[in-house]
């Protein structure tokens, strides 16, 4: 009996393992009304859409891009920026923390505000281990 019953459990754990998804989020570039950046990876087609819900589509949706207005110090209107994407392959941490940081300067650029991508990570890469810190300097 409790062999069948053990049976049946790891067979359950083996099939609803296999259905297991994955979401990564990076956040770049802190104000005081949030960050100037942030990356959702996903495997999940239903995190996508649901993230992605505000944008029209005519089809499935893959990503979205969404943009509102800030005003951090109270005056100036900067653009806030959340870039969400489905994938078949999940980004390691590096490469999730490396896109948003690249993104994160892109946004800053184009708009008349100084650059936060490097407040409080010192332009140093945070994910991966001490090599991958080490090339950094």
Do not use: F
């Amino acid at each position: 009996m409790v062999t069948r019953r053990a049976c049946a459990l790891l067979a359950a754990l083996l099939v609803l393992g296999g259905c297991a998804t994955s979401t990564r989020t990076a956040k770049m570039g802190p104000m005081a009304t949030g960050p100037l950046v942030t990356l959702i990876v996903s495997d999940d087609r239903a995190v996508v859409e649901r993230e992605c819900r505000e944008v029209p589509a005519l089809g499935p949706v893959l990503g979205c891009s969404i943009w509102r207005t800030v005003q951090p110090d109270g005056k100036t209107d900067v653009k806030v920026m959340k870039v969400v994407r489905y994938t078949d392959a999940m980004p390691s941490a590096l490469a999730l923390e490396i896109d948003a940081h690249e993104l994160c300067h892109v946004v800053a650029a184009l708009q008349q505000i100084d650059d936060p991508c490097h407040v409080g990570n010192g332009g140093v890469v945070r994910a991966g281990g001490s090599n991958v810190r080490g090339m950094t300097r």
